[in-house]
């Protein structure tokens, strides 16, 4: 983890603009290829792709029988199916303030609007699996689809060498009702789920985190007019810390996300040069303890560690880096938090470990990555939710908003817009002299 200090504000960006590099154009085009033999092959470019990049014969099938389901629980240990219980009443009770209420306006007298949520008909749960089973993020996306009520519910989770499903992942299906489980991983699920095989149904939205071919693959079905929750690609977390901070505690939040992958990117601002150098130093004795030590090593080569000189330009680069996870591990987190107006998801204090969200606090760890923060929110109930909106005119309505609309089409020439109220207007019999023309 290379240590800067005073980097002059021009070069801010360029770090961000790492991420954006690597999502470079061959894995666009490798994206693009998959998405195509994907379409021609269906099941059967499913099942290579199996092979080849997970190393899994699957000629038994690509879906998740009853009887491999049912089976999972009794291979998971009571004390994680407990913690899994518990983490799951944590996301259920915070997304289920998000729960929209009802909307109900009269605009003028007589004209009644209002909104309705439905929820998104056909979703598809993406839910990662190269390196390691995040049956965590089988709850955060679970949960809020299923609040949401989404009719149908597809999963879609690269397989073991062996062909199976990783059983914590299917213990947690099981938890949230999930019956409808692919065994495909990478763009080649992502192809699946929009464009359908015969063992994968189409989906209208495709949620979840990935590396980088999920994400791109992502992005490519929007242009097949599939909806995507936002990029969430490898893990991110940024560091405000001062000189109260404990540099193990921040080493070991560093770290945390640095093990997620190759491609992780950690940032730790301080505007404490002894600080940077004993996290550094713990960082480099914590890493040797790791069962992940060479995935988070070379995260930590692209990751930095640099000296500012205030509060406030830690705050600046933080907002204008928009990561995904945000820890504020200084004296005051409340009143530097206020200033925050780009980051996935923010963690207050000295004993607030970014760990916390990405299992159990009950937030969604679902969330925009590289720089995305600036512009996405992470997944919440919202997000399997669409809003319809609805109206009906009195005859008083009709009256009261009729003429305001006939004004306004005929000014922008749209004269069939004027008839459908004049015609009405009319029919309710409007005087001449009522006529706004
Ligand atoms: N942003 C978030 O909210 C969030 C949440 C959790 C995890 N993550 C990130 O998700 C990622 C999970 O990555 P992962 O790799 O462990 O699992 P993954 O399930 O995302 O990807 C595994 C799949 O990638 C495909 N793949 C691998 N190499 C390939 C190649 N050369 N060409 C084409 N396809 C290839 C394979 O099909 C494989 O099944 C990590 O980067 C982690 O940081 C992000
Ligand atoms: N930190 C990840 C989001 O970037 C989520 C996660 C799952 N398991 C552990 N962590
Ligand atoms: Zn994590």
Redesign the pocket.
Same mark, same amino acid.
């Given at each position: 983890m290379q240590l800067f200090s005073y980097p002059p504000q021009t070069d801010w960006p360029a770090l961000q603009q790492r991420a954006a590099a690597q999502q470079a154009q061959d894995i666009d085009e490798?994206v693009q290829q998959?998405f195509e033999d994907v379409r021609q092959r269906g099941d059967a470019a499913l099942l290579d /792709?199996a092979q080849r990049?997970?190393g899994a014969d699957l000629s038994g099938g690509l879906r998740v029988s009853l009887d491999e389901l049912t089976a999972a629980a009794a291979q998971v240990p009571a004390g994680l199916q407990a913690a899994i219980r518990q983490a799951y009443a944590n996301i259920l009770r915070f997304h289920e303030a998000q729960v929209p209420q009802p909307e109900q306006v009269e605009t003028m007298p007589g004209v009644h609007c209002w909104r309705r949520a439905v929820p998104v008909q056909r979703v598809g749960l993406y839910i +990662? #699996?190269? *390196?390691?089973p $995040?049956f965590s *993020?089988l709850l955060m996306l679970g949960v809020p689809a299923r609040l949401a009520a989404c009719p149908e519910v597809v999963l879609c989770t +690269?397989p073991q060498r062996d062909g199976s499903v990783n059983p914590v992942i299917l213990f947690t299906a099981q938890l949230l009702g999930i019956t409808t489980i692919i065994k495909a991983? #990478?763009?080649?699920a992502v192809a699946a789920l929009t464009g359908g095989t015969a063992s994968v149904p189409a989906v209208d939205k495709i949620f979840g +985190?990935?590396?980088r /071919?999920?994400t791109a693959a992502k992005q490519l079905a929007t242009r097949y007019g599939v909806a995507i929750d936002m990029p969430?690609? +490898?893990?991110e977390v940024l560091v405000i810390a001062d000189a109260s901070a404990n540099p193990a505690f921040v080493a070991a939040d560093l770290l945390s996300q640095a093990e997620? #992958?190759p491609?992780?990117q950690v940032i730790l601002l301080s505007d404490s040069l002894s600080l940077l150098e004993a996290t550094q130093a713990e960082v480099t004795r914590q890493l040797q303890q790791l069962p992940r030590a060479e995935v988070a090593a070379q995260a930590l080569q692209e990751s930095r560690a640099i000296l500012l000189r205030t509060p406030e330009e830690m705050l600046y680069f933080s907002n204008q880096y928009a990561p995904?996870h945000l820890i504020l591990a200084v004296e005051n987190p409340e009143q530097l938090a206020e200033g925050v107006t780009s980051a996935g998801s923010v963690f207050l204090g000295h004993l607030t470990p970014e760990a916390a969200g990405d299992y159990a606090s009950g937030t969604n760890? *679902? $969330?925009p *990555?590289n720089g995305y923060a600036r512009n996405y929110s992470g997944v919440s109930l919202d997000s399997f939710l669409k809003k319809i909106t609805f109206q009906r005119l009195s005859t008083e309505g009709l009256r009261q908003v009729g003429p305001v609309v006939e004004l306004m089409a005929e000014a922008e020439g749209l004269r069939a817009h004027a008839r459908a109220i004049t015609l009405r207007l009319e029919s309710l019999g409007r005087s001449i002299e009522q006529n706004p023309r």
């Open positions: 490798r998959i /792709y990049f997970d +990662p #699996g190269g *390196t390691a $995040l *993020t +690269p991983g #990478g763009a080649q +985190p990935g590396n /071919y999920v969430a690609g +490898p893990s997620h #992958g491609d992780s995904e760890h *679902t $969330l *990555t």
